[in-house]
Every structure is written in C-alpha cells, then in structure tokens.
C-alpha cells in the first residue's frame, strides 16, 4: 500500500491539505518551519508527524508558490530551517529538493529548545 502523505478532503480540516495521519495543515507545518523549528524539533513535539510527511508537505508546498507564497523567500526556497543533508538521507529522490526540503538551518535561526513560538504563543518573558 502507498501512502499519500499530503491528504486533501473537503470535509476534513476544510478541505486545507493535512498530513496523513495527524490533524496538521501543510500551512501548520510551513507555519512552525517558519518560526525556525527543525525536523527533529518538529518530531519531539508532534509526535504524529512522520519524517517522511513532512517531507512532503515541505514538497507540496513548493510545487504549489501560489498558495503558500507568504512562506517563500525571494530566492524561491521555503522559510526556515529544513532537513539537514544527512537528515534527508534515505528519503525518496522526489522530496531532495534543495532550497524546499533540504535547507540546514543557519546559524541563531532556530528558537530555544523549550520556548513557545508562533501565534498562540503568549508574551514573552519580562512582558
């Protein structure tokens, strides 16, 4: 059996694209990519999510800039840290996609392990 990873129902989650097996858009996923979560903090947080999902809804919404523009930087690539070479290892050839999926974070990007990111997140602190 194939698992399609990136599932679009419109009676589930209004019809927004999700990952198969969890209640996470790819708009979610973009949405934490963003903040400067990396895969493995992703994983440690959303236990449901699978390496493999998240490789392809970062690969959905590249083949789809129109819908998900707002996480596009100019040069094409997706917002935020993506899979590090070695973490892409062993995925599908369709998912190395450089810029997209494989885009180790850079230096300072990513929060603080244990910080709240995001636009639930509450004040900071001192606020």
Same mark, same amino acid.
């Given at each position: 059996?194939?698992?399609?990873?990136?599932?679009?129902?419109?009676?589930?989650?209004?019809?927004?694209?999700?990952?198969?097996?969890?209640?996470?858009?790819?708009?979610?996923?973009?949405?934490?990519?963003?903040?400067?979560?990396?895969?493995?903090?992703?994983?440690?947080?959303?236990?449901?999510?699978?390496?493999?999902?998240?490789?392809?809804?970062?690969?959905?919404?590249?083949?789809?800039?129109?819908?998900?523009?707002?996480?596009?930087?100019?040069? +094409?690539?997706? @917002? *935020? !840290? &993506?899979?590090? #070479?070695?973490?892409?290892?062993?995925?599908?050839?369709?998912?190395?996609?450089?810029?997209?999926?494989?885009?180790?974070?850079?230096?300072?990007?990513?929060?603080?392990?244990?910080?709240?990111? +995001?636009?639930? @997140? *509450? !004040? &900071?602190?001192? #606020?």
């Amino acid at each position: 059996m194939t698992i399609k990873w990136v599932v679009s129902d419109p009676l589930v989650m209004n019809g927004e694209p999700f990952c198969y097996g969890t209640r996470l858009t790819v708009r979610n996923i973009l949405e934490l990519r963003s903040s400067g979560y990396t895969l493995s903090r992703m994983l440690k947080d959303h236990p449901e999510l699978r390496r493999m999902g998240v490789a392809a809804a970062y690969e959905y919404a590249g083949r789809n800039p129109d819908r998900y523009g707002d996480f596009m930087e100019p040069d +094409g690539s997706l @917002a *935020g !840290p &993506g899979y590090s #070479a070695a973490e892409a290892e062993g995925l599908p050839s369709r998912y190395q996609i450089p810029g997209i999926v494989i885009k180790p974070p850079t230096g300072g990007s990513a929060p603080p392990a244990g910080s709240t990111v +995001g636009p639930d @997140a *509450g !004040p &900071g602190p001192g #606020a």
